[in-house]
């Protein structure tokens, strides 16, 4: 590898029972493309694992695997990679959004929200272009979240802007013992998230029938009420397709053993364990709500606490245009 990239991705073959091999003729496939100019790779008995220094670049890559006869490809969730020198550092990227006025508030709360510091902000010169720095951890998927903020009428570029020593504010973790360059999976943070004003009146009331009625433990309700005003208030016709709002569908696995799960958030009148309909006062539901692909969710359930990862958002009532849901 010339150089460390910040980003990398690792590919299997469901079909094969030798990952080395299908690295090494994955490998060799690639060799023949003209798709290596900003990416790297490197074979394992773990499969083929792609680094890169953006999101985007591994896309390419994986569409020409998949042509050339790849079809059981799976591909794992892209990974921020972490380097000691001769600590701990991370990588940091620069952020530049140009944008309309109209979309100028939503776009700085959502970056925000995703810790970014704000650097510059539009003035007469600038045809409204916000400049941001924060760590990339922070910054999985944001091109196309902002893309679906604005309706497409935004341009994100995103350059490293250099390896910096974690802040404990943002990332608190362990350090590991090793003294060489590894990969960290990053666990988002489920407050940093968008709520529809729609659910947002209706998830008021219940909780507000709730309280009335003893139905739920008031602890509870406080801690709802609590993750329903840290995230941030969005109209139904803005809020980002890839979020999961009340009567989404999503997949989800076990981060440790991989099992795909599919469930759909609900009010509790509609709830069903058996068919994966999951209450917004259960607490899962809870950490359901407002969560996006590539999240790890975590709730407590009988004393122990659980863990999903959010892989696709596989229905949202919004998205389709169906604000009443």
Known sequence: MLRYFPLSLRLTDADEIFQLRFALDAAACLKTSNLLSDVDFETSGEGLTLFADTEEAFAPIVAYLKERHFESLEISPVRVRYRWHPMLLEPVMAVRV?????HFHLVTCHLLARGADIMTCPDETSAYDIYAQAPLARLLGIRGELKALCGGACYTELQLFGYF?????????????????????????????????????????????????????????????????????????????NVITMNSRARFSDPLLGLPLIYTL????????????????????????????????????????????????????????????
């Not at 209450?279 to 809870?286: C, E, F, N, T």
């Open 98 to 102: 140009r944008l309309s006025e109209h």
């Open 165 to 241: 020593s974690p802040s404990p504010r943002r990332d608190p973790m362990t350090m590991p013992d090793e003294t060489t360059a590894f990969t960290l999976e990053i666990t988002m943070n489920n407050t940093n998230a968008y709520i529809t004003q729609h659910d947002l009146d209706r998830l008021e009331s219940l909780i507000a029938m709730a309280r009335r009625n003893h139905a739920v433990d008031l602890s509870y309700l406080d801690s709802l009420e609590d993750a329903m005003l840290a995230k941030i208030n969005i109209d139904s016709r803005r809020v980002p397709a």
């Open 266 to 325: 609900v009010f509790p009148t509609a709830a069903d364990a058996d068919t994966g309909m999951i209450s917004v006062l259960a607490p899962l539901g809870q950490a359901m709500l407002g969560a996006i692909p590539g999240q790890v969710i975590e709730w407590t359930s009988g004393g122990r606490t659980r863990q999903l990862r959010v892989d696709e958002i596989l229905y949202q009532p919004e998205a389709a245009g169906e604000y009443h849901l």
